[in-house]
Protein backbone atom coordinates (compact mmCIF):
# COMPACT_ATOMS: atom_id res chain seq x y z
CA UNK A 1 0.00 0.00 0.00
CA UNK A 2 1.28 3.38 -0.98
CA UNK A 3 1.75 6.34 1.38
CA UNK A 4 -1.36 9.05 2.25
CA UNK A 5 -1.31 11.81 -0.22
CA UNK A 6 -1.72 14.43 1.53
CA UNK A 7 -0.51 18.41 1.38
CA UNK A 8 -0.63 20.90 4.14
CA UNK A 9 -3.65 22.49 2.33
CA UNK A 10 -5.62 19.27 3.12
CA UNK A 11 -6.96 20.11 6.45
CA UNK A 12 -8.29 23.83 5.58
CA UNK A 13 -9.67 21.92 2.41
CA UNK A 14 -11.37 19.63 4.58
CA UNK A 15 -12.78 22.65 6.51
CA UNK A 16 -14.38 24.00 3.52
CA UNK A 17 -16.29 21.41 2.33
CA UNK A 18 -17.53 20.15 5.60
CA UNK A 19 -19.06 23.82 5.81
CA UNK A 20 -20.19 23.77 2.28
CA UNK A 21 -22.00 20.13 3.19
CA UNK A 22 -23.45 22.07 5.98
CA UNK A 23 -24.79 24.86 3.96
CA UNK A 24 -26.20 22.73 1.31
CA UNK A 25 -28.20 20.74 4.24
CA UNK A 26 -29.65 24.01 5.13
CA UNK A 27 -30.44 24.69 1.15
CA UNK A 28 -32.63 21.49 1.04
CA UNK A 29 -34.12 22.41 4.51
CA UNK A 30 -35.07 25.63 3.35
CA UNK A 31 -36.53 24.49 -0.42
CA UNK A 32 -39.04 21.78 2.09
CA UNK A 33 -39.78 24.95 4.41
CA UNK A 34 -40.78 26.84 0.96
CA UNK A 35 -38.32 29.67 1.73
CA UNK A 36 -38.30 32.15 -0.59
CA UNK A 37 -36.20 30.93 -3.78
CA UNK A 38 -33.43 34.47 -3.68
CA UNK A 39 -33.18 33.30 -0.16
CA UNK A 40 -32.26 29.87 -1.40
CA UNK A 41 -30.67 30.56 -4.50
CA UNK A 42 -27.99 32.79 -2.66
CA UNK A 43 -27.28 29.98 0.20
CA UNK A 44 -26.55 27.44 -3.30
CA UNK A 45 -23.88 30.58 -4.70
CA UNK A 46 -22.41 30.27 -1.33
CA UNK A 47 -21.99 26.30 -1.28
CA UNK A 48 -20.82 26.77 -5.17
CA UNK A 49 -18.50 29.52 -4.28
CA UNK A 50 -16.81 26.92 -1.23
CA UNK A 51 -16.62 24.07 -3.22
CA UNK A 52 -14.95 26.13 -6.14
CA UNK A 53 -12.32 27.26 -4.23
CA UNK A 54 -11.64 23.87 -2.17
CA UNK A 55 -11.07 22.21 -6.04
CA UNK A 56 -8.87 25.52 -6.95
CA UNK A 57 -6.94 25.20 -3.83
CA UNK A 58 -6.20 21.37 -4.76
CA UNK A 59 -5.30 21.71 -8.21
CA UNK A 60 -2.99 24.86 -7.20
CA UNK A 61 -1.42 23.08 -3.99
CA UNK A 62 -0.96 19.40 -6.67
CA UNK A 63 0.55 21.78 -9.20
CA UNK A 64 2.54 23.68 -6.91
CA UNK A 65 4.05 20.42 -4.99
CA UNK A 66 3.20 17.70 -7.17
CA UNK A 67 4.93 18.97 -10.43
CA UNK A 68 8.07 20.47 -8.98
CA UNK A 69 8.43 16.68 -7.36
CA UNK A 70 8.09 14.85 -10.98
CA UNK A 71 10.31 17.31 -13.13
CA UNK A 72 12.85 17.58 -10.05
CA UNK A 73 16.01 20.17 -10.11
CA UNK A 74 16.27 21.96 -13.15
CA UNK A 75 18.26 24.73 -14.81
CA UNK A 76 16.10 28.09 -14.44
CA UNK A 77 16.16 28.47 -18.33
CA UNK A 78 14.62 24.98 -18.64
CA UNK A 79 12.33 25.48 -15.57
CA UNK A 80 10.47 28.73 -16.95
CA UNK A 81 7.71 26.88 -19.05
CA UNK A 82 6.89 24.89 -16.43
CA UNK A 83 6.80 28.22 -13.47
CA UNK A 84 4.84 29.83 -16.16
CA UNK A 85 2.46 26.99 -16.43
CA UNK A 86 2.25 27.25 -12.90
CA UNK A 87 1.39 31.43 -12.84
CA UNK A 88 -0.88 30.61 -15.52
CA UNK A 89 -3.47 28.15 -13.84
CA UNK A 90 -3.85 30.38 -11.54
CA UNK A 91 -6.26 32.43 -13.60
CA UNK A 92 -8.66 29.02 -14.25
Do not use: Y
Not at 29 to 45: F, S, V
Not at 68 to 79: F, I, N, S, T, Y
Request: proline share 5%.
Amino acid sequence: MSEPHRHATHPAIVKRLKRAGGHLAKVVQMIEEGRPCLDIATQLQAVESAISQAKRTLVQDHLDHCLDEAVGDLPAEKRRPIDEFKQITKFL
